[in-house]
């Protein structure tokens, strides 16, 4: 996403993104028991199946579940689901779902974020099924996963109560949230001023993912978007910073303040930003960590500390804003 980084080999950036994860390769001290359902289909677009694994505790469950987003630099696939980020949050009794979304570069950032307001949906309409209260739903990422956490934080949306789909009138609002190293604005990244709307703004890797089509209805084709406002404000509409509201959740970020790929900056707006509007945020800083480190897996409990803080009791209803 840094257009410095762009001379750098491209197999070091993609490495770089799926980092997010591949939070550590060491294994569990005591591993939990659990129940996986693999390729669990919450959707489908242009006829394709868009999936999900579940993992449910064998034992001790608290009836209360938290989202894996699947994305490292908007790449997203059934293979990068960690069990090693997964089994902390089993083992304190949380229902997980890891869902994989439509990957760059077929898919575009606008369509990603419509899949997983599509899987909070249909995780909300199915709670009962999975043995989870669907008022108190969790999410958590990084890189571009925490961007997509963010995402649902700030602009999840009320459902339509006209749609054919009963999933489809299901909110998509989570109750909390705690990512590593998101991006959150798109039109001052890393300083002030600092625009990223062109696919060429971003590192090679990254380009297709902001790639914007839109279809021809005379050719019939899919067309790139070239006008300069359009993609200002497709740029503005993908950057959580500019979605926040009082009615958002609890917000905890952990950034390292050496990332030469997503600055921490991005994360200090956003937190400021939500601590303007009244919502519990935090930001916790990893003193000459880059993007991703050899012990995440140690900064996982804090993720989960803070899901129990906020999960732990229904928040007060709050009706999600159908303008969102």
Same mark, same amino acid.
């Given at each position: 996403?840094?257009?410095?980084?762009?001379?750098?080999?491209?197999?070091?950036?993609?490495?770089?993104?799926?980092?997010?994860?591949?939070?550590?390769?060491?294994?569990?001290?005591?591993?939990?028991?659990?129940?996986?359902?693999?390729?669990?289909?919450?959707?489908?677009?242009?006829?394709?199946?868009?999936?999900?694994?579940?993992?449910?505790?064998?034992?001790?469950?608290?009836?209360? $579940? !938290?989202?894996?987003?699947?994305? %490292? #630099?908007?790449? &997203?696939?059934?293979?990068?689901?960690?069990? *090693?980020?997964?089994? /902390?949050?089993?083992?304190?009794?949380?229902?997980?779902?890891?869902?994989?979304?439509?990957?760059?570069?077929?898919?575009?950032?606008?369509?990603?974020?419509?899949?997983?307001?599509?899987?909070?949906?249909?995780?909300?309409?199915?709670?009962?099924?999975?043995?989870?209260?669907?008022?108190?739903? $969790? !999410?958590?990422?990084?890189?571009? %996963? #925490?961007?997509? &956490?963010?995402?649902?934080?700030?602009?999840? *949306?009320?459902?339509? /109560?006209?749609?054919?789909?009963?999933?489809?009138?299901?909110?998509?609002?989570?109750?909390?949230?705690?990512?590593?190293?998101?991006?959150?604005?798109?039109?001052?990244?890393?300083?002030?001023?600092?625009?990223?709307?062109?696919?060429?703004?971003?590192?090679?890797?990254?380009?297709?993912?902001?790639?914007?089509?839109?279809?021809?209805?005379?050719?019939?084709?899919?067309?790139?978007?070239?006008?300069?406002?359009?993609?200002?404000?497709?740029?503005?509409?993908?950057?959580?910073?500019?979605?926040?509201?009082?009615?958002?959740?609890?917000?905890?970020?952990?950034?390292?303040?050496?990332?030469?790929?997503?600055?921490?900056?991005?994360?200090?707006?956003?937190?400021?930003?939500?601590?303007?509007?009244?919502?519990?945020?935090?930001?916790?800083?990893?003193?000459?960590?880059?993007?991703?480190?050899?012990?995440?897996?140690?900064?996982?409990?804090?993720?989960?500390?803070?899901?129990?803080?906020?999960?732990?009791?229904?928040?007060?209803?709050?009706?999600?804003?159908?303008?969102?």
């Amino acid at each position: 996403m840094n257009r410095a980084l762009s001379r750098t080999p491209l197999i070091l950036l993609a490495a770089l993104a799926m980092i997010a994860m591949v939070p550590s390769l060491a294994p569990a001290a005591e591993e939990p028991r659990f129940d996986r359902r693999e390729d669990v289909i919450y959707g489908r677009k242009y006829g394709t199946a868009l999936t999900m694994d579940v993992f449910t505790p064998k034992k001790d469950a608290k009836g209360l $579940g !938290v989202i894996l987003v699947v994305s %490292g #630099g908007f790449f &997203s696939s059934h293979e990068a689901i960690q069990p *090693t980020f997964i089994r /902390p949050l089993i083992a304190r009794g949380y229902t997980v779902f890891a869902v994989v979304h439509g990957s760059q570069p077929r898919y575009q950032v606008t369509e990603i974020v419509n899949d997983l307001n599509r899987a909070v949906r249909f995780i909300r309409h199915n709670a009962h099924d999975y043995h989870i209260d669907p008022a108190r739903i $969790g !999410v958590t990422g990084a890189s571009a %996963g #925490g961007h997509l &956490s963010l995402m649902l934080g700030t602009a999840g *949306t009320a459902g339509n /109560p006209e749609a054919r789909d009963p999933v489809d009138r299901e909110s998509s609002r989570i109750q909390a949230v705690a990512c590593f190293f998101p991006p959150t604005d798109f039109l001052n990244f890393g300083e002030p001023g600092r625009k990223m709307i062109h696919p060429t703004d971003h590192a090679p890797p990254f380009r297709a993912a902001f790639d914007y089509r839109e279809l021809d209805p005379k050719s019939n084709l899919w067309v790139p978007v070239t006008d300069p406002a359009k993609l200002e404000s497709i740029a503005r509409r993908i950057s959580p910073a500019y979605h926040v509201s009082p009615d958002d959740p609890p917000t905890l970020i952990i950034h390292g303040d050496k990332d030469p790929l997503v600055p921490l900056q991005q994360s200090e707006r956003m937190i400021d930003e939500l601590k303007k509007a009244g919502v519990e945020a935090r930001l916790i800083v990893k003193p000459g960590a880059g993007h991703g480190w050899l012990t995440m897996n140690q900064d996982i409990p804090t993720f989960i500390d803070w899901f129990d803080q906020h999960l732990s009791t229904p928040a007060p209803s709050k009706p999600a804003d159908p303008a969102r």
